[in-house]
């Protein structure tokens, strides 16, 4: 399996809601990123973790909240976002979680279309 | 932390000609420099990648170049096809991650 899968694949919230993404890979990958990523933009990274701890977090506003229950799973909290924060929200996997070893392969899940209204 | 810059922003190219993107990095700790090609809609698909040991790397039509002094790599797509219309992203990562370029239009003119 060489997947890394997403859900769900459209979202829309309001700016006074709950929600979280899900994340999950069965490639035996211990290391896994959040990336956000505008229209017509590169992918922004928001996070990364590395064996299950969160080793990277460039500055992102407290309303996004990660979580890595096992190393087969992240999850995105989402909580009073703001229309701005639409966007493709894309998670990714790598077989090294070392911070010195991010010279390997990511591999891209479909990515979660969130709208905020 | 890495800046990474890519031109051209959009390249339009016959059918069956070739096409070069290049990217240039600012970190000279960077050690890995993958290409993603993303269609509409869709995920970045990793197509080649080269680590800094190696100067040139050959996957069928598309290749990379390394050159490490002037920090800055290419990606050669040979005998283009409609299917390689996409938008394309070169990335450098050191000890904090993947910075991407801001990515390269490719249109395959029939």
């Known amino acids: 399996d060489t997947e890394v899968t997403q859900t769900p694949k459209h979202l829309v919230m309001g700016m006074t809601n709950k929600k979280s993404l899900k994340c999950e890979q069965h490639?035996?990958?211990?290391?896994m990123y959040w990336y956000k990523q505008k229209a017509k933009k590169p992918p922004e990274l928001m996070f990364v973790?590395?064996?299950?701890?969160?080793?990277i977090n460039e500055s992102v506003p407290s309303r996004f909240s990660p979580e890595c229950p096992n190393s087969s799973l992240l999850n995105l909290h989402l909580h009073a976002l703001q229309p701005e924060d639409s966007a493709l929200y894309l998670c990714?996997?790598?077989?090294?979680?070392?911070?010195?070893?991010?010279?390997?392969?990511?591999?891209f899940g479909p990515g979660t279309r969130l709208t905020v209204t | 932390g890495e800046n990474v810059e890519q031109h051209p922003s959009t390249l339009s190219v016959q059918e069956g000609d070739s096409a070069v993107i290049k990217c240039t990095y600012s970190?000279?700790?960077?050690?890995?420099f993958p290409w993603y090609k993303q269609e509409l809609g869709k995920r970045p698909q990793l197509i080649i990648d080269?680590?800094?040991?190696?100067g040139e790397k050959k996957d069928q039509r598309i290749a990379v170049t390394l050159n490490k002094t002037a920090k800055h790599f290419s990606l050669h797509i040979t005998e283009t096809q409609p299917e390689d219309s996409a938008v394309y992203f070169c990335?450098?990562?050191?000890?904090?991650?993947?910075?991407f370029g801001k990515g390269t239009h490719l249109i395959i003119q029939p």
């Open positions: 990714a996997s790598s077989l090294y979680g070392d911070r010195a070893s991010f010279s390997y392969e990511q591999y």
């Open positions: 490639m035996g990958h211990r290391a």
């Open positions: 973790y590395s064996y299950e701890k969160l080793s």
């Open positions: 970190d000279s700790a960077s050690n890995y």
């Open positions: 080269i680590r800094s040991n190696v």
């Open positions: 990335a450098a990562t050191g000890i904090d991650g993947l910075t």
